[in-house]
C-alpha cells in the first residue's frame, strides 16, 4: 500500500517523506515541480493535481497527506486560485478517495487563520475567519470532517501555527516574516519586517510542525471523532521577543528594517495568537520548542545542509 503527499516539494512535504520513508513506507510524491531530493524508492508525480489525480490516487493508495496549498498573501491576492487550490482541489482529492470505497486515511492541514482576530483559541473557539485564505482553510475542515462523518475517508485535520524558522527563501505567506527577520540576519543578510514589534504570533518550528504531522497521522480514528480538526502545539511570542531571541543567538538584529505594511499586518493581524491546546497534548502531540531552541534548530540544520 502506497501514502500519498501531494504538495510534496514544499519544505513540510519533503520532511515528512524523509521521516516515512524511514520507517519503510512506500510513497508516492507529487507536486508542480519534483521534490529536489526525494528518499530513495519514492515514485515522484509531477504536473497539476487536478491532471494527475487518478495516477497519484489509486486503488494501492493507503493514505493521502494533503499539502498542496496556495498560502495567505497569495489566496488573498488571486481570489480565483486561492479557491481553486485550497477548496477545490480539495475536494477533488476527498472525491478520488470516495471513488475507492476503501475509506482510505486523508490527513490535511489547516490554519489558524480559521479564528479571527479573536484574543484567545481553545479546543471549543469557533471557526471565524477573517481572510479568503482563512475562509478556504475553515470550509476545507467541514469538508475533511463530512468526508470524514460519512465513512468516505478516515479523515482528520490538523491546524498548524506559523512556522519559523521555514529554510529557504521568501514565499508568498503574509507570515513569512516571521522566519525572515531570524533567518536573513543568521546568515548575514538585511530582512524587512512589515509588522510592529508588539505583534503577537503563534508559532512552532519546523521540527515540532513535522512530528505534529506524523503524530496525526498515527493516530487510531476514534481520537479524531466527532470532531476531525485539532489545533496543534505552539508557542507565543511577540516580534519583539523574537528580536531579543536573534541577538542572543548571535544574529545581527540591526539587519532588521521595520518598514510597517498595511496589506500584511491586516492579513496577519487578523490571526490569533494565544492558544490553548489541551485536546492536542492529551493525544501525545509534541510541545513546541522555545524561541532559543528554534533558532538553534535553525543553525544546526544549516550547518548539516548538502551543498547545492
Given at each position: 500500500m502506497t501514502v500519498t503527499i501531494t504538495g510534496a516539494a514544499g519544505f513540510l512535504g519533503q520532511r515528512v517523506a524523509v521521516e516515512l520513508a524511514k520507517r519503510g513506507t512506500r510513497l508516492l510524491l507529487t507536486d508542480i515541480v519534483p521534490p529536489p531530493r526525494p528518499p530513495p524508492g519514492a515514485e515522484v508525480v509531477v504536473?497539476?493535481?487536478?491532471?494527475?489525480?487518478?495516477?497519484v490516487i489509486t486503488q494501492e493508495t493507503s493514505a493521502v497527506i494533503n499539502l498542496a496549498a496556495?498560502?495567505?498573501?497569495?489566496?488573498?491576492?488571486?481570489?480565483?486560485h486561492g479557491y481553486a487550490v485550497n477548496l477545490l482541489?480539495?475536494?477533488?482529492?476527498l472525491e478520488a478517495c470516495r471513488a475507492l470505497g476503501t475509506c482510505p486515511k486523508f490527513v490535511s492541514t489547516s490554519s489558524l487563520a480559521v479564528f479571527g482576530a479573536v484574543?484567545?483559541?481553545?479546543?471549543?473557539?469557533a471557526a471565524m475567519p477573517q481572510s479568503s485564505y482563512g475562509t478556504q482553510k475553515a470550509l476545507g475542515e467541514l469538508l475533511v470532517n463530512d468526508y470524514g462523518r460519512r465513512g468516505f475517508v478516515d479523515g482528520r485535520t490538523l491546524r498548524l501555527p506559523t512556522v519559523s524558522i521555514r529554510p529557504g527563501?521568501?514565499?508568498?505567506?503574509?507570515?513569512?516574516f516571521a522566519s525572515g527577520i531570524l533567518r536573513e540576519p543568521l546568515a548575514g543578510e538585511p530582512s524587512t519586517c512589515p509588522v510592529s514589534e508588539e505583534l503577537g504570533i503563534w508559532l512552532a518550528s519546523p521540527s515540532t510542525v513535522t512530528a505534529a504531522i506524523l503524530h496525526g497521522y498515527d493516530l487510531p480514528a476514534s481520537d479524531f471523532a466527532p470532531w476531525r480538526a485539532i489545533n496543534t502545539p505552539g508557542i507565543t511570542v511577540s516580534v519583539g521577543e523574537m528580536m531579543a531571541a536573534l541577538e542572543r543567538n548571535g544574529g545581527d538584529v540591526g539587519l532588521v528594517r521595520f518598514e510597517r505594511d498595511p496589506k500584511i499586518e491586516s492579513i496577519v493581524g487578523?490571526?490569533?495568537?494565544?492558544?490553548?491546546?489541551?485536546?492536542a497534548l492529551s493525544l501525545g502531540f509534541?510541545?513546541?520548542?522555545?524561541?532559543?531552541?528554534?533558532?538553534?534548530?535553525?543553525?544546526?540544520?544549516?550547518?548539516?545542509?548538502?551543498?547545492?
Open positions: 504536473g497539476e493535481l487536478s491532471e494527475t489525480l487518478p495516477k496556495v498560502v495567505s498573501s497569495g489566496a488573498e491576492a488571486d481570489f480565483d482541489l480539495l475536494r477533488e482529492q484574543e484567545r483559541v481553545d479546543d471549543a473557539t527563501k521568501p514565499n508568498a505567506a503574509a507570515s513569512g487578523s490571526w490569533p495568537a494565544r492558544f490553548e491546546t489541551p485536546r509534541p510541545a513546541a520548542a522555545d524561541l532559543d531552541g528554534m533558532i538553534a534548530e535553525h543553525i544546526a540544520e544549516m550547518a548539516a545542509a548538502p551543498a547545492d
